[in-house]
Every structure is written in C-alpha cells, then in structure tokens.
C-alpha cells in the first residue's frame, strides 16, 4: 500500500481560495466515502478539519470544505488567513486500515 | 471533554522494543465504549504521517500492512488507556508517536504526540 498523493506545496494570497488534492485508488479514496483532512502545525496536535469527504466539525469555519471525484478528494480553502499556513494531510479508509497523504504545505503570501 | 496523554521512554535501543501507553481522561467516554476505537499515528523528523494501527473498545485490532509483523495494540479498561508495542525498532523507527480517538471515521481528538528517538 502507497501513501497517498498529495502536492507538496501550495500557497495563496490573504482572501484567496486554494484547492488541495488527494490522489488514491478505488481501493481507499474511490472506494469508501471515509476521507478526512487534518492541519497540522508543528510541535502541536494535528486538528481534524474535514470527515466522511465533506463533514466539517462544530467548531472549524465554513472556510473549510471537501468533495470527492472518482480517486481524487480534495479540500478547499476559501477566504486565505495567514493562520491557516501550515501542513494539511489527508486520510482515508482503504478496507481494513488506513492511509495519509504525503502532505502539502500551504504557505500564505 | 475528552483528553489524550502519550508517555513512555524517549530513547530505544536498535532492535528493541518500543512500548508507549495513552492514558484518556474524559468526564463522559470511558475506552470500553461501544463505538469507539484508538489509534497510533506516527511522524518521522521531515516527513509526513503514518496510520499505524487501531483498537476497538471490544479489543479488536487493525494494523498498518507494512508494520503488522512487528506491532501490537492492546487495551486496559480498567486504566482506561491502550498501549503501543513495536519489536525490533531501528533508526527509521525513530518519530513523535501520536494517539487519538479514532470513532465515526475520524481521528479527534489527538494527544500532544512524544518523540521516541531509536538510538544506542
């Protein structure tokens, strides 16, 4: 099993939107609708953003979003705050265990 | 409220075993919950995550393919904690081992992580 393909890096601009992909197989991501998206800023505890590809938890803002397209989720940030810079990873089922993306680094301009 | 606290040795020796516990404190959610699971994660220094495993509150396991032979979770209801248990660790082992609620699809919460470096 292969992690995940996620891009390395993304970046935006403050007030900007930024989409970052999720690239599976029809065994995890196109399989199961259970991918979930977590920030994670060094030296803390990763933070859940986004479950069951589009479930946003009470207390994460609407800036936050997922979808879902065949192998591909992806998570899409809308309205760039310079808080929102760090690392953003992405989870899915895969039958009877689970697998993260590389990660992606987004950087706020 | 519920609460995770990772803890166990920082330095293990090559070809030892890694052993950590996770201990929940919680008002409402005991780890014998029907529903809920627990989970390992794991970073290694400059690179991205990895699922390692998970436990039901019945005591059922899953593990990551590429470390199975080599893991073990466990429970304890009675300290309301699960443990961690990899044999035969080396250098690549080295990483801030992570454990978190794993119910209803998702991982939340988390604990704050701890490093465990393999080393002699």
């Known amino acids: 099993q292969s992690a995940l393909t996620q891009p390395p890096s993304a970046s935006g601009s403050p007030g900007q939107s930024v989409t970052i992909s999720c690239t599976g197989t029809s065994n995890d991501v196109g399989g199961h609708n259970y991918v979930s998206w977590y920030q994670h800023h060094p030296g803390k505890a990763p933070k859940l953003l986004i479950y069951k590809v589009n479930v946003r938890p009470s207390g994460v803002p609407d800036r936050f979003s997922g979808s879902k397209s065949g192998n591909t989720a992806s998570l899409t940030v809308s309205g760039l705050q310079a808080e929102d810079e760090g690392d953003y990873y992405c989870?899915?089922?895969?039958?009877?265990?689970?697998?993260f993306g590389g990660g992606t680094k987004l950087t706020v301009l | 409220q519920v609460q995770l606290q990772e803890s166990g040795p920082g330095l293990v020796k090559p070809s030892g075993t890694l052993s950590l516990t996770c201990v929940i404190s919680s008002d409402s959610i005991t780890i014998g919950d029907i529903g809920n699971w627990w989970a390992w994660v794991r970073q290694p220094p400059g690179k991205g995550l990895e699922w390692i495993g998970e436990?039901?509150?019945?005591?059922?396991?899953n593990y990551n393919p590429s470390l199975k032979s080599r893991v073990t979770i466990s429970i304890d209801k009675s300290k309301n904690q699960f443990s961690l248990k990899l044999k035969s660790v080396t250098a690549a082992d080295t990483a801030v081992y992570y454990c978190a609620t794993a119910g209803a699809w998702k991982l939340d919460p988390w604990g704050q992580g701890i490093l465990v470096t393999v080393s002699s």
């Open positions: 989870n899915s089922y895969a039958g009877t265990y689970w697998l």
């Open positions: 436990i039901s509150h019945s005591g059922n396991t």
